[in-house]
C-alpha cells in the first residue's frame, strides 16, 4: 500500500485520536467523577488517613462504593456523566493534538512516516514523544479541562447549571488567566505521564511482539501480529504505571482548578481562593494538613479508571486509524 501523504496522515491521527478519545471518557467518565470528588475533598477519604489528626472535619467520601451510593443517591444515574460534556470537548481536541504531534515527532525521530518503523524507536525517543505530544495537547484542550473539573465537583445543589454560566463566570471572576489555572503542575505532570504512557505502551508492544515470535519461531513477527487482547494489555499496563507515578501532581491541579468554588456545606471544608501560592506551596501544605495519604486521594478510582481508559484510548485508536485511512485510499 502507498505510504499517505503528509495531510491525510495528519487527518488519520487527529480523527482517529478524537474518535478514540470520546469513546474512552464517555465509558470511564464515572470513575473519574469519583476520583475528582475524592481529589478535592480536603477531609480524609481512608481509613488509614482516619487514624491521623484531622483538621478539617466528618468526611463526605470515604470509599469507591459509598462514594457510589452517595451521588447515585442524591444526583441520580446522570451524576455520574457530570461535566462529560466539557470533558468531550476537552478529549477530543486534546487526543487528537496528541496523536498528530506524536506522530510529526516519531517520524522525525526514526526517519519515517510508517507507524511499523516507529515501533522500533528507543524507550527514551518514545518517551520524549510521549512527553512533547502532551504538553502540546494540554495547551491546546485545558479550559474545557477546567470546567470538566469544576462540573464534576460542585455535587447539588449546582453553582454552575450549565458550561456556558461556568465559562462566563471564571473569566468574570479569575479573567482570562483563570481558564488555566492549575496549568503549571498540569504541564509538570504531563511530561512524566505522557512520556511513560507513551514510552511503557511502545515497550510492552515490542515485549509482547518478542512473545509473539517466541511462540510463533518466527523471528519476523510485526506489530499487525498482536492481537486486540494483547494490545487492550499494554494499554491497560501503559496507562496504569503512569497514573500511579504522577497523580500527587494530578491532586495538586484539581486544587488549583476548584479554588474558591462554592458547594453544599455537606461536602466538607472548601478551597478556599489563593489557598496555595504555587505547585511547591499546595504539595507543601497537602503533606502538613493531610499527610502523605491526602497526595494520593482518588488513586484508586484513578488506577482502575486509567488501566480501561488507556487501554480502550489505544485499541480504538489502532483501529479507527486503520478504518480512517482504508477510507481515504
Known sequence: MEEPGQVKRAVIDATAGAISGAISRTVTSPLDVIKIRFQVQLEPTTSIAFLSKNVYGPSKYTGMFQASKDIFREEGLSGFWRGNVPALLMVMPYTAIQFMVLHKVKTFASGS?????????SPYLSF???ALAGCAATVGSYPFDLVRTILASQGEPKI????RSAFVDIINTRGFRGLYAGLSPTLVEIIPYAGLQFGTYDTFKRWTMSWNAGLSSDPTATEESLSSFQLFLCGLAAGSCAKAVCHPLDVVKKRFQIEGLQRHPRYGARVETH???NMYDALQRIMQREGWPGLYKGIVPSIVKAAP???VTFVAYEYTADWV???LT
Open 128 to 130: 520524549m514523544s510521549g
Open 113 to 121: 512516516s510508517k507507524a511499523e518503523d516507529h515501533i522500533h524507536l
Open 325 to 327: 485511512e482504508s477510507l
Open 309 to 311: 481508559a488507556g487501554a
Open 160 to 163: 454552575y447549571p450549565s458550561m
Open 275 to 277: 489557598a496555595y501560592r
